[in-house]
């Protein structure tokens, strides 16, 4: 045999940083510059244009509402008079934008805002609240990040840092990389998970209060706020420190800058607390039935007996939450009980038909009961509410046994950014297909004289096994064309084969030689 390894070293295709030239270019057709800060009045880069910020936190604003849990829905008057505090308070601002206000089923005590205006407060963070004048200071101080385009600024630096990298960075992966920065849904995950700059949370805290005080509202609500959260975020465990204003960390430095920047402010304002508690009534009463369904979804494995227990008390309490339906649907599922968790999955819909893991959920119990139209149509929709792995590599097996390739193909290449066992069954589906497609991808051929034949040298350069090999190699001798298939059973990753054509010269012929990677399958 003369199958031999690959040497590692030889480094045979490096990718120039051509991309991040033209991502530069694209930057400075579309920058607009210099511009003055709406909120600070302070002159700034500023290579993003309104339009821009609002398209950006526009495409993020679903997903980023998706992975907190959806929207609240139990009490719709609770989502309405968020939005009419906030709705006050973005009204006063010092800037023109599509605001609007959302409360986020999502029990961690967390609020965000997006480049643009749009802006999510958890329900967790609501029942941390005593009144109306500290909501207004939360949406104030988001409002503020938004105005001062604090979002845009992040994503700027991250561009501009991107260009300065560019041979380390850009080279490493396509076009797409770069401009995923600024168009993939994990842009939202980004966004969110990151913590806004100190200046940029001292600036947020005291034009907050600026609104606030503008609206009506007592200022002083936006320090002892903070104040409470200092306390509260040290006599808790880890956890939830981490979820506490992830993105605008309190501090007792915050607090005493702050409590100076109230000196400027006009002492008395609304503070509004009956009004408020009345408001958010039933997010207070039903506060420990959150906490038995989040019990009941760490039973699931363990203890799915306990947790269906679990999980129907919290439904006997507040049967409106879709949430708890959902997590119904996913314990008898576990338990290979599809038909009942069907019916679960149903209910959580009808509760709540926006949630892409109620539709996930049943999706995937159709599947489990062989019925792949209901199976795939759910899928669809919640991926198209939230792109997740699962869905897409499922939808990607439909796809397939359907004839449609290229679908397949995108589906699995989709999924095969997951981690875990869905992400390395979907780079093996996507990758089977592509062998098959574009072989030459993985596989290199090339051709050599030796002693009076020529032979092709076959080099698998992919991290996979293939099989079923096929080269065409074309040589002209004195102006005659000969060809030849050759074939290979199989060929490890990382090794090469040399093969011979039985295509005969002599050194006085004048000869040429080239070659066609015909066709490969996977070998696995
Ligand atoms: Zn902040």
Known sequence: MSVRNLDEASGRRQRAGRTGTALLLALLTLATGCAVNPVTGQRELSLLSTANEISIGQSQ??????MGGGQYRVDPGVAEYVAAVGDRVAAVSDRDLPYEFVVVNDGTPNAWALPGGKIGIHRGLLVELENEAELAAVLGHEVVHAAAKHGASQIQREML???????????VDDAKHAWAIVGATNLGLHLAGKKFGRDQERISDYHGMKYMHRAGYDTSAAVTLQEKFVALSEGRQSGWLQGLFASHPPSPQRVASNREALAAFPSGGEVGQARYRAHIAT???DQDVYDLADEAREHIEGNPAHALRLVDQAIGRQPRESLFHGVR?????????????LRSYDAAIERNPDYFAHYLGRGLSHDALGEPRLAQSDLTRSNRLLPTPFASYKLGGYALADGKRAEAKRLFKAASQGSGEVGTAARDAYVRLDIEDEPWRYLQAEPFFEDGQVVVEVSNTSNYRLADIVVRVHVEINGESYYRRLTLQQLASGYYDVLASDIHYRDEDDFTADTVVLKAGPGW
């Open 161 to 171: 840092f991107g260009l300065a990298g560019l041979g380390v960075a850009l080279a």
């Open 61 to 66: 604003y679903g997903p980023l509402q998706q």
């Open 329 to 341: 649907g996913d314990i008898l599922a576990s338990q290979g009980r599809h038909g009942d968790a």
């Open 283 to 285: 997010l207070l009463e």
